[in-house]
């Protein structure tokens, strides 16, 4: 299984973009890279999910490059409320099921 | 909205005890997963199951198990709880898609403290 890199932290203000890269050397052919957010006392959300190139979607960029070895999820113009620890995860679906493995994220916190 | 749903929020056992972690979901998605989570170590994936009464270890089992007899219903059981079991359980669910993985689904968590 693939595992990731994240840095442990990082500090924003508000209306700034963010972006957080992900390191992910051994990824497989087969692997997706997903990103989720997580808030004090909740569960974990999904925020994107890619496989090559740019995904978009309303909440966040993923910019994936040619050889898929890292990819940087980016808030554009962060709140207050974007402060949560970001994860992300790589793997694929099989038969017989699948492993999803979060490593240990990255919190943001953002300021005002 | 998908919904899972975990029976207890919070809960407090002592050494030696059964403890039973119920987690259900209403979207009738085919995996479900259990993890853990401690600070700073991010979640840790305990089991999964992929289909009804299919069971697969994640990386870190050891003095757990589980059971699915219900699509909707997985449940991880300490069979003889200790102290360093203390810690956050976060059930998912999900769907398996063709490529990619599906979208994690989770409960709001139980806290669980082993005295």
């Known amino acids: 299984l693939a595992k990731t890199t994240q840095p442990i932290s990082m500090d924003s203000y508000e209306g700034q973009e963010v972006n957080i890269t992900c390191s992910h050397n051994?990824?497989?052919?087969?692997?997706?890279i997903t990103w989720y957010q997580q808030f004090p006392s909740q569960g974990p959300r999904f925020i994107i999910q890619?496989?090559?190139t740019k995904v978009t979607n309303e909440v966040a960029s993923l910019f994936i490059p040619a050889d898929r070895k890292s990819s940087t999820l980016s808030l554009p113009r962060v709140s207050l409320s974007d402060t949560a620890v970001y994860y992300c995860?790589?793997?694929?679906?099989?038969?017989?099921?699948?492993?999803?493995?979060f490593g240990a994220g990255t919190r943001l916190f953002v300021k005002a | 909205d998908v919904k899972v749903t975990q029976s207890s929020r919070y809960l407090v056992k002592r050494t030696g005890e059964k403890v039973f972690l119920e987690c259900v979901q209403d979207?009738?998605?085919?995996?479900m997963f259990w993890y853990r989570q401690d600070p700073g170590l991010g979640l840790r994936l305990i089991y999964f199951?992929?289909?009804?009464?299919?069971?697969e270890k994640g990386d870190i089992p050891e003095g757990y198990s589980v059971s699915r007899e219900k699509k909707e219903r997985f449940s991880l059981i300490l069979e003889s709880a200790s102290t360093n079991q203390t810690s956050m359980y976060l059930c998912?669910?999900?769907?398996?898609?063709?490529?990619?993985?599906?979208?994690?689904?989770f409960g709001e968590g139980s806290r669980l403290t082993v005295l």
């Open positions: 998912a669910s999900s769907l398996t898609e063709r490529g990619g993985t599906g979208e994690l689904f």
């Open positions: 051994n990824i497989a052919t087969n692997d997706y």
């Open positions: 890619g496989y090559k």
């Open positions: 995860l790589v793997g694929a679906s099989g038969t017989g099921g699948f492993k999803t493995i």
């Open positions: 979207m009738d998605h085919e995996n």
């Open positions: 199951s992929y289909d009804v009464k299919m069971k």
